[in-house]
């Protein structure tokens, strides 16, 4: 993925710094070093009466796109069924990255062979592809189209907001 347009977010009462104040904007490449060490990651969705959910998922980052599974009748796979916007969240609030952008269910046996391969490898595991049989699991990609991260030790100077272009 080439590096998204870059943009300051804009938060009033939050004395952020300007770009030429502060240290600077974080290249996505330190985002995308937090998604792919992140052990846990937090999934927001929307359920069908507009309330949110959000649950931890274990996942990948792989392919420019935030990956993980879900039983097929669990409440963020039915909310993505009918509502696939979701927001995404690192388990580090220290050093948090936030992505926004749309469940896309895979059903594929070799879309699903690399998602199982990457699971096994990051966690240790030993899961067969058929335990992400998409008649039991649903497997979700998310391609962020809004991405936002930050440092605590440097909260009015780090702030940077990446904006994607569809592909």
Known sequence: MADPKRSRPYMPGYGLLDAAQ???????SWAVERLERSHDYWVATIRPDGRPHMMPVWGIWLEDAV????SRGSRKARNLDAN???????????EPVIVEGAGVRFTDLSTITRFVAAINQKYTTDYSVDFFDPD??????VRP????????SDFTGSPTRWIFQPR
């Open 22 to 28: 502060g240290t600077g904007l974080l290249p996505w």
């Open 67 to 70: 990956w993980f599974s879900s």
């Open 84 to 94: 696939p916007n979701c927001t995404i969240t690192t388990d580090n609030a220290y």
């Open 136 to 141: 039991r699991n649903a497997c979700f990609q």
């Open 145 to 152: 189209t809004w991405a936002f991260g930050l440092t605590e």
